[in-house]
Protein backbone atom coordinates (compact mmCIF):
# COMPACT_ATOMS: atom_id res chain seq x y z
CA UNK A 1 0.00 0.00 0.00
CA UNK A 2 2.67 2.27 0.93
CA UNK A 3 4.36 2.10 -3.25
CA UNK A 4 0.78 3.26 -4.31
CA UNK A 5 1.14 6.10 -6.48
CA UNK A 6 -1.81 8.63 -6.12
CA UNK A 7 -3.60 11.29 -8.35
CA UNK A 8 -2.52 14.57 -9.00
CA UNK A 9 -4.48 17.38 -7.45
CA UNK A 10 -6.19 20.06 -10.10
CA UNK A 11 -3.87 23.23 -10.21
CA UNK A 12 -5.65 26.46 -9.01
CA UNK A 13 -8.40 27.51 -10.68
CA UNK A 14 -8.64 24.79 -13.30
CA UNK A 15 -11.91 23.41 -11.37
CA UNK A 16 -14.83 24.94 -9.88
CA UNK A 17 -15.65 25.71 -6.09
CA UNK A 18 -18.65 24.10 -4.64
CA UNK A 19 -19.46 27.51 -3.63
CA UNK A 20 -19.94 30.33 -6.70
CA UNK A 21 -22.74 32.49 -5.86
CA UNK A 22 -23.99 33.42 -8.97
CA UNK A 23 -24.79 29.94 -9.91
CA UNK A 24 -28.04 30.39 -6.77
CA UNK A 25 -28.54 26.50 -5.96
CA UNK A 26 -24.80 26.23 -5.12
CA UNK A 27 -25.47 28.71 -1.97
CA UNK A 28 -26.96 26.21 0.18
CA UNK A 29 -25.46 23.44 -0.80
CA UNK A 30 -21.97 24.19 -0.81
CA UNK A 31 -20.25 22.94 2.44
CA UNK A 32 -19.31 25.99 4.74
CA UNK A 33 -16.53 24.39 6.47
CA UNK A 34 -13.45 23.38 4.82
CA UNK A 35 -12.89 20.13 3.20
CA UNK A 36 -10.65 17.63 5.51
CA UNK A 37 -7.27 16.77 3.33
CA UNK A 38 -6.66 12.89 3.14
CA UNK A 39 -4.28 10.61 1.62
CA UNK A 40 -5.87 8.50 -0.95
CA UNK A 41 -5.86 5.49 0.04
CA UNK A 42 -6.80 1.66 -1.61
CA UNK A 43 -10.17 2.64 -1.07
CA UNK A 44 -9.72 5.83 -3.01
CA UNK A 45 -7.14 4.36 -5.82
CA UNK A 46 -9.88 1.91 -7.11
CA UNK A 47 -13.42 2.02 -8.70
CA UNK A 48 -15.84 -0.20 -10.14
CA UNK A 49 -15.72 -2.28 -13.32
CA UNK A 50 -18.76 -0.99 -13.71
CA UNK A 51 -22.13 -0.80 -16.55
CA UNK A 52 -19.88 -2.73 -19.37
CA UNK A 53 -22.29 -5.72 -19.61
CA UNK A 54 -24.79 -3.64 -20.22
CA UNK A 55 -24.07 -1.27 -22.79
CA UNK A 56 -25.85 -2.78 -26.60
CA UNK A 57 -24.64 -1.88 -29.93
CA UNK A 58 -26.91 0.92 -30.27
CA UNK A 59 -26.62 2.76 -26.94
CA UNK A 60 -24.26 5.30 -28.32
CA UNK A 61 -27.07 6.40 -30.91
CA UNK A 62 -29.83 8.28 -29.29
CA UNK A 63 -31.44 9.10 -32.94
CA UNK A 64 -32.06 5.13 -33.08
CA UNK A 65 -34.36 4.68 -29.77
CA UNK A 66 -37.95 5.54 -31.15
CA UNK A 67 -39.91 4.21 -33.80
CA UNK A 68 -39.20 7.20 -35.96
CA UNK A 69 -36.56 9.93 -36.03
CA UNK A 70 -36.12 12.66 -33.72
CA UNK A 71 -36.73 16.33 -35.55
CA UNK A 72 -33.52 18.53 -35.41
CA UNK A 73 -30.02 18.63 -36.26
CA UNK A 74 -28.23 15.51 -36.48
CA UNK A 75 -24.56 15.39 -35.06
CA UNK A 76 -21.51 12.82 -34.50
CA UNK A 77 -19.77 13.23 -31.46
CA UNK A 78 -16.95 11.62 -31.27
CA UNK A 79 -13.12 12.07 -29.14
CA UNK A 80 -10.96 10.48 -26.56
CA UNK A 81 -11.07 10.02 -23.26
CA UNK A 82 -7.29 10.28 -21.69
CA UNK A 83 -5.60 11.39 -18.41
CA UNK A 84 -3.83 14.08 -17.61
CA UNK A 85 -0.23 12.60 -18.84
CA UNK A 86 -1.57 11.91 -22.06
CA UNK A 87 -2.62 8.38 -21.38
CA UNK A 88 -6.13 6.91 -23.64
CA UNK A 89 -8.39 5.73 -20.89
CA UNK A 90 -9.63 2.65 -22.71
CA UNK A 91 -12.72 0.28 -21.86
CA UNK A 92 -14.55 2.97 -19.76
CA UNK A 93 -18.28 3.85 -19.56
CA UNK A 94 -19.33 7.16 -21.07
CA UNK A 95 -23.07 8.50 -20.14
CA UNK A 96 -24.61 11.42 -21.64
CA UNK A 97 -27.68 13.15 -21.19
CA UNK A 98 -29.47 16.06 -22.91
CA UNK A 99 -32.00 18.02 -23.69
CA UNK A 100 -34.18 17.63 -27.58
CA UNK A 101 -33.28 19.80 -30.57
CA UNK A 102 -36.16 22.04 -28.83
CA UNK A 103 -34.29 22.57 -25.29
CA UNK A 104 -36.81 20.43 -23.50
CA UNK A 105 -36.33 17.07 -21.73
CA UNK A 106 -38.45 14.11 -21.11
CA UNK A 107 -38.25 15.01 -16.83
CA UNK A 108 -41.12 15.65 -14.91
CA UNK A 109 -39.26 18.68 -13.70
CA UNK A 110 -38.40 20.30 -17.03
CA UNK A 111 -41.72 22.92 -16.75
CA UNK A 112 -40.22 24.72 -20.51
CA UNK A 113 -42.85 25.14 -22.73
CA UNK A 114 -41.24 23.68 -25.67
CA UNK A 115 -42.81 20.25 -27.10
CA UNK A 116 -41.11 17.23 -26.03
CA UNK A 117 -40.55 14.80 -29.00
CA UNK A 118 -41.51 11.24 -29.12
CA UNK A 119 -38.40 10.24 -30.87
CA UNK A 120 -36.03 11.39 -28.63
CA UNK A 121 -34.97 10.67 -25.48
CA UNK A 122 -31.74 12.34 -25.08
CA UNK A 123 -29.71 9.46 -22.86
CA UNK A 124 -27.20 7.31 -24.27
CA UNK A 125 -23.77 5.46 -23.09
CA UNK A 126 -21.11 3.67 -25.06
CA UNK A 127 -17.62 2.06 -23.67
CA UNK A 128 -14.20 3.60 -24.88
CA UNK A 129 -12.67 1.62 -27.15
CA UNK A 130 -8.55 0.02 -26.39
CA UNK A 131 -7.34 3.47 -27.91
CA UNK A 132 -9.50 5.72 -25.06
CA UNK A 133 -11.95 6.69 -28.62
CA UNK A 134 -15.43 7.25 -28.25
CA UNK A 135 -18.73 7.97 -31.00
CA UNK A 136 -22.11 9.17 -30.38
CA UNK A 137 -24.78 10.18 -32.76
CA UNK A 138 -27.81 12.38 -31.49
CA UNK A 139 -29.10 15.55 -32.12
CA UNK A 140 -28.11 19.28 -31.42
CA UNK A 141 -29.70 19.95 -27.61
CA UNK A 142 -31.37 23.56 -28.16
CA UNK A 143 -30.93 26.16 -25.45
CA UNK A 144 -33.35 26.48 -22.42
CA UNK A 145 -34.25 29.25 -20.09
CA UNK A 146 -34.21 28.44 -16.33
CA UNK A 147 -34.94 30.39 -13.17
CA UNK A 148 -30.97 31.29 -11.90
CA UNK A 149 -31.95 35.05 -12.79
CA UNK A 150 -34.11 37.04 -15.02
CA UNK A 151 -33.77 36.11 -18.50
CA UNK A 152 -31.26 33.21 -17.92
CA UNK A 153 -30.51 30.50 -20.52
CA UNK A 154 -28.45 27.42 -20.61
CA UNK A 155 -26.47 27.34 -23.53
CA UNK A 156 -26.11 24.25 -25.90
CA UNK A 157 -24.97 21.62 -23.82
CA UNK A 158 -24.70 17.60 -23.17
CA UNK A 159 -24.00 16.27 -19.47
CA UNK A 160 -20.95 13.60 -19.53
CA UNK A 161 -20.59 11.25 -16.83
CA UNK A 162 -17.09 9.14 -16.57
CA UNK A 163 -15.04 7.38 -14.67
CA UNK A 164 -11.78 5.74 -15.67
CA UNK A 165 -10.28 3.54 -13.26
CA UNK A 166 -10.55 5.05 -9.43
CA UNK A 167 -12.81 6.73 -8.02
CA UNK A 168 -10.39 9.43 -8.33
CA UNK A 169 -10.83 9.83 -11.60
CA UNK A 170 -14.69 10.13 -11.58
CA UNK A 171 -16.18 13.18 -13.21
CA UNK A 172 -19.36 14.62 -14.23
CA UNK A 173 -19.04 17.26 -16.47
CA UNK A 174 -20.57 19.62 -19.14
CA UNK A 175 -19.54 19.87 -23.06
CA UNK A 176 -20.15 23.01 -25.27
CA UNK A 177 -20.35 23.96 -28.82
CA UNK A 178 -17.98 26.58 -30.47
CA UNK A 179 -19.31 30.07 -31.07
CA UNK A 180 -22.40 29.63 -28.26
CA UNK A 181 -23.34 33.20 -27.76
CA UNK A 182 -24.61 32.48 -24.80
CA UNK A 183 -21.67 31.15 -23.10
CA UNK A 184 -20.73 34.55 -21.45
CA UNK A 185 -23.90 34.91 -19.46
CA UNK A 186 -24.01 31.07 -18.00
CA UNK A 187 -22.74 31.16 -14.53
CA UNK A 188 -22.30 27.45 -14.56
CA UNK A 189 -19.95 27.83 -17.55
CA UNK A 190 -17.96 30.64 -15.95
CA UNK A 191 -17.85 29.03 -12.89
CA UNK A 192 -14.65 28.06 -13.87
CA UNK A 193 -12.00 30.94 -13.60
CA UNK A 194 -9.02 29.61 -15.54
CA UNK A 195 -9.69 30.29 -19.15
CA UNK A 196 -7.99 27.73 -20.36
CA UNK A 197 -9.81 25.27 -18.15
CA UNK A 198 -12.94 26.64 -19.28
CA UNK A 199 -12.63 26.73 -22.90
CA UNK A 200 -11.75 22.85 -22.45
CA UNK A 201 -15.70 22.55 -22.13
CA UNK A 202 -16.17 23.74 -25.60
CA UNK A 203 -15.87 21.17 -28.20
CA UNK A 204 -15.08 21.82 -31.75
CA UNK A 205 -16.38 21.28 -35.14
CA UNK A 206 -15.20 18.65 -36.71
CA UNK A 207 -15.02 18.53 -40.69
CA UNK A 208 -13.36 15.34 -41.12
CA UNK A 209 -15.99 13.30 -38.91
CA UNK A 210 -19.02 15.21 -40.65
CA UNK A 211 -20.88 12.84 -42.89
CA UNK A 212 -21.93 14.21 -46.32
CA UNK A 213 -25.81 14.09 -46.64
CA UNK A 214 -26.21 12.96 -42.74
CA UNK A 215 -24.84 14.90 -40.02
CA UNK A 216 -22.28 17.79 -38.68
CA UNK A 217 -18.86 15.91 -36.52
CA UNK A 218 -18.32 17.88 -33.47
CA UNK A 219 -15.14 16.71 -31.65
CA UNK A 220 -14.28 16.79 -27.46
CA UNK A 221 -11.48 15.22 -26.33
CA UNK A 222 -11.95 14.49 -21.96
CA UNK A 223 -9.10 14.58 -19.52
CA UNK A 224 -9.14 13.13 -16.37
CA UNK A 225 -6.95 13.34 -13.13
CA UNK A 226 -3.67 11.54 -14.38
CA UNK A 227 -1.35 9.65 -11.70
CA UNK A 228 1.77 11.30 -10.15
CA UNK A 229 5.02 10.42 -11.37
CA UNK A 230 6.21 10.07 -7.23
CA UNK A 231 4.79 7.69 -4.51
CA UNK A 232 2.82 9.72 -2.50
CA UNK A 233 4.49 8.37 0.62
CA UNK A 234 7.58 10.16 -0.09
CA UNK A 235 6.23 13.41 -0.23
CA UNK A 236 6.30 15.86 2.01
CA UNK B 1 2.89 15.12 -22.32
CA UNK B 2 0.47 17.08 -19.53
CA UNK B 3 -3.09 17.70 -20.20
CA UNK B 4 -5.60 19.84 -18.23
CA UNK B 5 -8.22 17.93 -16.38
CA UNK B 6 -11.54 18.78 -17.99
CA UNK B 7 -12.99 20.68 -15.21
CA UNK B 8 -16.34 19.80 -13.64
CA UNK B 9 -19.68 20.57 -13.65
CA UNK B 10 -23.34 20.12 -12.05
CA UNK B 11 -25.37 16.90 -12.80
CA UNK B 12 -28.18 19.47 -13.30
CA UNK B 13 -31.65 19.08 -12.01
CA UNK B 14 -32.41 16.30 -15.36
CA UNK B 15 -29.96 13.63 -13.78
CA UNK B 16 -32.53 11.17 -13.26
CA UNK B 17 -32.14 10.89 -17.33
CA UNK B 18 -28.55 10.19 -17.27
CA UNK B 19 -27.49 8.54 -14.09
CA UNK B 20 -30.56 6.38 -13.10
CA UNK B 21 -30.71 3.83 -15.85
CA UNK B 22 -27.21 1.94 -14.75
CA UNK B 23 -28.79 2.57 -11.03
CA UNK B 24 -27.43 -0.45 -8.23
CA UNK B 25 -29.97 -0.54 -5.12
CA UNK B 26 -29.32 -4.06 -4.34
CA UNK B 27 -25.16 -4.07 -3.61
CA UNK B 28 -25.99 -7.18 -1.10
CA UNK B 29 -27.67 -9.33 -4.29
CA UNK B 30 -24.03 -10.72 -5.65
CA UNK B 31 -22.88 -11.65 -2.32
CA UNK B 32 -22.34 -14.61 -0.55
CA UNK B 33 -20.23 -13.91 2.35
CA UNK B 34 -20.58 -11.61 5.08
CA UNK B 35 -23.27 -9.99 6.90
CA UNK B 36 -26.34 -8.51 4.69
CA UNK B 37 -27.25 -5.14 6.02
CA UNK B 38 -29.57 -1.97 4.97
CA UNK B 39 -28.15 1.61 5.21
CA UNK B 40 -30.69 4.38 4.54
CA UNK B 41 -31.00 7.95 5.41
CA UNK B 42 -31.82 11.40 4.21
CA UNK B 43 -29.79 14.06 2.36
CA UNK B 44 -30.51 17.80 3.86
CA UNK B 45 -29.28 21.10 2.12
CA UNK B 46 -28.38 24.38 4.27
CA UNK B 47 -31.78 25.29 5.27
CA UNK B 48 -32.31 21.90 6.71
CA UNK B 49 -34.47 21.24 3.35
CA UNK B 50 -34.70 17.89 1.96
CA UNK B 51 -32.94 17.73 -0.81
CA UNK B 52 -34.55 15.45 -3.81
CA UNK B 53 -32.37 15.69 -6.69
CA UNK B 54 -28.76 14.46 -5.13
CA UNK B 55 -27.08 10.69 -7.01
CA UNK B 56 -25.04 8.86 -4.01
CA UNK B 57 -22.70 6.88 -5.36
CA UNK B 58 -20.85 3.77 -3.07
CA UNK B 59 -18.03 2.08 -3.19
CA UNK B 60 -16.90 -0.71 -0.71
CA UNK B 61 -14.55 -4.04 -0.25
CA UNK B 62 -16.13 -7.02 0.22
CA UNK B 63 -16.63 -9.03 3.20
CA UNK B 64 -12.91 -10.16 3.42
CA UNK B 65 -11.75 -6.68 2.34
CA UNK B 66 -10.77 -6.96 -1.27
CA UNK B 67 -12.35 -4.57 -3.91
CA UNK B 68 -13.75 -5.92 -7.41
CA UNK B 69 -11.13 -4.39 -9.69
CA UNK B 70 -7.64 -5.76 -10.92
CA UNK B 71 -6.29 -2.77 -9.35
CA UNK B 72 -6.37 -4.05 -6.20
CA UNK B 73 -3.78 -6.57 -5.70
CA UNK B 74 -4.36 -7.46 -2.18
CA UNK B 75 -4.21 -11.72 -2.06
CA UNK B 76 -7.32 -11.99 -0.54
CA UNK B 77 -10.79 -13.47 -2.88
CA UNK B 78 -12.78 -11.97 -4.85
CA UNK B 79 -16.85 -12.67 -3.83
CA UNK B 80 -18.21 -14.36 -7.00
CA UNK B 81 -19.88 -11.37 -8.51
CA UNK B 82 -19.88 -8.62 -6.14
CA UNK B 83 -18.95 -5.39 -7.31
CA UNK B 84 -19.46 -3.51 -4.42
CA UNK B 85 -20.73 -0.66 -6.01
CA UNK B 86 -23.99 1.23 -6.09
CA UNK B 87 -25.87 4.48 -7.01
CA UNK B 88 -28.57 6.06 -6.34
CA UNK B 89 -30.79 8.64 -6.56
CA UNK B 90 -32.86 10.41 -3.55
CA UNK B 91 -36.33 10.52 -3.65
CA UNK B 92 -38.90 13.58 -3.35
CA UNK B 93 -38.32 13.52 0.77
CA UNK B 94 -34.34 13.49 -0.23
CA UNK B 95 -34.40 9.82 1.47
CA UNK B 96 -31.98 7.26 0.04
CA UNK B 97 -31.78 3.61 1.14
CA UNK B 98 -29.73 0.45 -0.18
CA UNK B 99 -28.68 -3.03 0.41
CA UNK B 100 -25.09 -4.60 0.67
CA UNK B 101 -23.14 -6.55 3.00
CA UNK B 102 -20.72 -4.89 5.43
CA UNK B 103 -17.23 -4.61 4.39
CA UNK B 104 -13.77 -6.32 5.69
CA UNK B 105 -10.97 -4.08 6.98
CA UNK B 106 -8.63 -3.03 4.23
CA UNK B 107 -4.74 -1.10 4.43
CA UNK B 108 -4.37 2.67 4.94
CA UNK B 109 -1.38 4.16 4.63
CA UNK B 110 1.80 2.85 5.84
CA UNK B 111 1.31 -0.48 7.87
CA UNK B 112 -2.20 1.28 8.94
CA UNK B 113 -5.29 -1.09 8.52
CA UNK B 114 -8.56 0.87 8.05
CA UNK B 115 -11.71 0.13 9.83
CA UNK B 116 -14.10 -1.24 7.71
CA UNK B 117 -15.94 1.67 5.81
CA UNK B 118 -18.06 2.75 2.55
CA UNK B 119 -16.59 5.38 -0.02
CA UNK B 120 -19.60 8.05 -0.70
CA UNK B 121 -19.40 10.12 -4.21
CA UNK B 122 -22.22 12.99 -3.35
CA UNK B 123 -23.74 14.39 -6.77
CA UNK B 124 -26.49 16.88 -6.63
CA UNK B 125 -28.14 19.82 -8.58
CA UNK B 126 -26.35 23.38 -6.95
CA UNK B 127 -22.78 21.40 -6.98
CA UNK B 128 -20.71 21.98 -9.29
CA UNK B 129 -17.93 19.57 -7.63
CA UNK B 130 -18.76 16.15 -6.62
CA UNK B 131 -17.70 15.32 -2.95
CA UNK B 132 -16.17 12.30 -1.07
CA UNK B 133 -17.64 11.51 1.91
CA UNK B 134 -17.72 8.11 3.93
CA UNK B 135 -19.98 6.14 6.41
CA UNK B 136 -18.39 4.05 8.81
CA UNK B 137 -20.26 1.49 11.67
CA UNK B 138 -21.17 2.26 15.13
CA UNK B 139 -20.44 -1.24 16.06
CA UNK B 140 -16.94 -1.01 14.89
CA UNK B 141 -15.98 0.93 18.14
CA UNK B 142 -12.29 0.21 18.36
CA UNK B 143 -11.27 -0.56 14.89
CA UNK B 144 -13.05 3.32 14.66
CA UNK B 145 -10.85 4.36 17.04
CA UNK B 146 -7.71 3.73 15.24
CA UNK B 147 -8.88 4.39 12.08
CA UNK B 148 -6.07 6.77 10.17
CA UNK B 149 -8.72 8.59 8.05
CA UNK B 150 -11.10 9.24 11.18
CA UNK B 151 -7.86 10.29 12.88
CA UNK B 152 -7.73 13.31 10.47
CA UNK B 153 -10.83 14.71 12.06
CA UNK B 154 -9.42 17.01 14.58
CA UNK B 155 -12.74 18.42 15.79
CA UNK B 156 -14.19 14.88 17.91
CA UNK B 157 -17.90 16.40 17.67
CA UNK B 158 -17.87 16.30 13.90
CA UNK B 159 -16.86 12.80 13.61
CA UNK B 160 -20.08 11.03 14.15
CA UNK B 161 -21.23 12.72 10.92
CA UNK B 162 -19.25 9.60 9.40
CA UNK B 163 -20.60 6.87 11.19
CA UNK B 164 -23.66 4.89 10.46
CA UNK B 165 -25.61 4.48 13.44
CA UNK B 166 -27.24 0.47 14.05
CA UNK B 167 -30.50 0.76 14.88
CA UNK B 168 -30.81 -1.67 17.56
CA UNK B 169 -31.63 -5.44 16.97
CA UNK B 170 -32.33 -4.82 13.40
CA UNK B 171 -29.23 -5.20 10.84
CA UNK B 172 -29.90 -1.62 9.46
CA UNK B 173 -27.86 1.54 9.53
CA UNK B 174 -29.23 4.88 9.69
CA UNK B 175 -26.71 7.91 8.05
CA UNK B 176 -27.60 11.59 6.58
CA UNK B 177 -26.01 14.08 4.69
CA UNK B 178 -26.24 17.54 5.90
CA UNK B 179 -24.64 20.01 3.50
CA UNK B 180 -23.96 22.66 5.86
CA UNK B 181 -24.83 23.83 9.52
CA UNK B 182 -24.82 21.97 12.69
CA UNK B 183 -23.73 18.36 11.83
CA UNK B 184 -22.34 19.45 8.38
CA UNK B 185 -21.30 16.40 7.24
CA UNK B 186 -17.11 15.99 7.46
CA UNK B 187 -16.35 15.85 3.60
CA UNK B 188 -12.78 15.13 2.25
CA UNK B 189 -10.44 16.80 -0.53
CA UNK B 190 -8.66 13.50 -1.80
Excluded at chain 1, 2 to 19: C, F, H, W
Aim: include cysteine.
Amino acid sequence: MSEAIGYKRPAAGTQPNYLHAPYQSSIKRAPNKPLIRMPQTLTELTGPVYGHDRVGPLDNDLTKQHAGEPLGERMILSGRLLDENGRPVPHSLIEIWQANACGRYPHPGDQHDAPLDPNFTGYGRTVTDSEGRYRFVTIKPGAYPWRNHHNAWRPQHIHFSLFGPSFMTRLVTQMYFPGDPLLPYDPIFNCVTDQRARDSMISKFDFETTIPEFALGYHWDIVLRGRDATPMENKK
Amino acid sequence: MTLMPTASSTVGPYLHIGLTPLQVHDIAKDASKGEKIVISGRVFDGEGQPVPDALLEFWQANADGKYATPEDSQDKPLDGKFTGFGRIPTDKEGRYSFSTVKPGAVPGPGNTLQAPHILVCVFMRGMLRHLYTRIYFSDETAANANDPVLGLVEDAGRKPTLIGERTAGKAEYRWDIRMQGEGETVFFDC
